[in-house]
């Protein structure tokens, strides 16, 4: 045991734990969150379509990547899972600037960085992935995890950007319907 490991057991839990209120806030209205109605609508507003699937795949990633994370168990899928969803959000709150108090990436790019880590790190000797003999928990995974994240990410955004320019390029008042 190493204080590399205790180190890990803090970062995954904190990390995960806040990933799965913020999940549970989309999916279930956990937390004080909206619930998946008002995650749906939001989705949409920002460009997400459908956005109740949006919604919800962003709420899985979140809540079951943190949950994976939090407990050292499938530390390259639910850290790639955290990550791609944060890498997200920090591209649809990059117009903001950097710093949270505005409304910018700092908090989903420090999350998504983390998460990052983690997965390259692996999760430490106190985790369920070490009890499981690394059954998920594989160098060729960790691999794959962190070379999917950039692609996924970079086609979520594209296409935000695709739904935004036809909304752009509809006339006033025929907007579709959210969900």
């Known amino acids: 045991m190493t ?11 904190g990390l995960g734990a ?6 549970t806030q989309k999916l279930f209205g956990w937390f004080g969150g909206g619930g998946l109605d008002a995650a749906a609508s939001g989705f949409h507003g920002m460009g997400y379509r459908p956005g109740r699937p949006m919604a919800t795949v962003a709420g899985l990633c979140e809540a079951a990547g ?5 407990l050292g168990l499938g530390t390259p899928a639910g ?10 959000a920090a591209e649809t709150h990059a117009p903001n600037g950097f710093f949270n ?17 983690l997965v390259a790190q692996g999760p ?3 985790s369920l992935d070490e009890a499981t003999r690394h059954v998920f928990d594989r160098p060729w995974m960790r691999l794959a995890a962190l070379a999917a994240v950039p692609p996924a990410v970079a086609a979520v955004v594209a296409r935000k950007h695709r739904s ?16």
Do not use: N
């Open 66 to 70: 943190g949950a994976a994370l939090a």
């Open 79 to 88: 850290g790639a899972a955290a990550a791609g969803a944060m890498g997200v």
């Open 101 to 117: 108090t505005e409304g910018g990436l700092e908090y989903p790019a420090l999350i998504a960085l983390s998460a990052t880590a």
């Open 18 to 23: 806040t990933l799965f209120a913020h999940g």
């Open 164 to 179: 935004l320019a036809e909304d752009a390029a509809e006339p006033e008042g025929s907007g579709s319907a959210s969900g």
């Open 124 to 126: 430490g000797r106190l």
């Open 3 to 13: 204080t590399g490991d205790v180190a890990a057991l803090a970062i995954r839990t």
